[in-house]
């Protein structure tokens, strides 16, 4: 069994700052990229930045320059750290992890339940 327990969502101000968390625990042998997805009412849930155990980061366009993830492989916890943020950034934000169970189990994707995002004045 996995889990992915995410915290930090809430209210901002346009241009306002959050800091996302998300820990992954359970039954894990390795987990090779960990991310966050987001999803706005009436939208399809995007990829909003990924990062791989060797620290190889990837974001969407509309994010670069205003968000950074990183992450603590010895506690397999990722972190989304979004500055200048926009009302459009407003989601749920979802963390994402791909992880294997075990030496021969296959690779699956595993999904934390959502924290809502919401920036407004």
């Known amino acids: 069994q996995v889990q992915l327990v995410e915290s930090g969502g809430g209210l901002v101000q346009p241009g306002g700052s959050l800091r996302l968390s998300c820990a992954a625990s359970?039954?894990?042998?390795?987990?090779?990229?960990m991310g966050w997805y987001r999803q706005a009412p009436g939208k399809q849930r995007e990829l909003v930045a990924a990062?791989?155990?060797?620290?190889?980061?990837n974001y969407t366009d509309s994010v670069k320059g205003r968000v950074t993830i990183s992450r603590d492989n010895a506690k397999n916890t990722v972190y989304l750290q979004m500055n200048s943020l926009k009302p459009e950034d407003t989601a749920v934000y979802y963390c994402?992890?791909?992880?294997?169970?075990?030496?021969?189990?296959?690779?699956?994707?595993?999904w934390g339940q959502g924290t809502q995002v919401t920036v407004s004045s």
């Open positions: 994402n992890a791909f992880l294997r169970i075990g030496p021969l189990a296959q690779p699956y994707d595993y």
């Open positions: 359970g039954s894990i042998f390795v987990i090779y990229a």
């Open positions: 990062i791989t155990s060797g620290g190889s980061t």
